[in-house]
């Protein structure tokens, strides 16, 4: 068992930054790819960001390509999303999923455990 615990999110104005954190707990965190996922009320959850367990490759939705940043440290068992140039359709709850080995980084069905969530909001 892997238990994920999402921080960091918050309230922030349009244009602004949050760094968003998942801390895992249970079994070597560093053998496993994670995830990060966000969704709104009503909306299906969709994929944000990804990153192989040795952190050298990454993956990102083209939404968020060029002002979100995935990036891990093993010897603190956790990853980090580096939020940039937000805007108010960024507001979501944001996950944080991992799987031992994920052939389709962007689908959510591949991911085996998953943190409670963290609320991002952006104002105008």
């Known amino acids: 068992q892997v238990q994920l615990v999402e921080s960091g999110g918050g309230l922030v104005q349009a244009g602004g930054s949050l760094r968003l954190s998942c801390a895992a707990s249970?079994?070597?965190?560093?053998?496993?790819?994670v995830g990060w996922f966000r969704q709104a009320p009503g909306k299906e959850r969709e994929f944000v960001a990804a990153i192989k367990w040795s952190g050298t490759i990454t993956y990102y939705a083209d939404s968020v390509k060029g002002r979100f940043t995935i990036s891990r440290d093993n010897a603190k068992n956790t990853v980090y999303l580096q939020m940039n140039s937000l805007n108010p359709e960024d507001t979501d709850v944001y996950y944080c999923?991992?799987?031992?080995?994920?052939?389709?980084?962007?689908?959510?069905?591949?991911?085996?455990?998953w943190g409670q969530g963290t609320q991002v909001t952006v104002s105008t």
């Open positions: 999923a991992a799987v031992l080995s994920v052939q389709a980084p962007s689908r959510r069905d591949r991911y085996d455990y």
């Open positions: 249970g079994r070597t965190f560093s053998n496993y790819d």
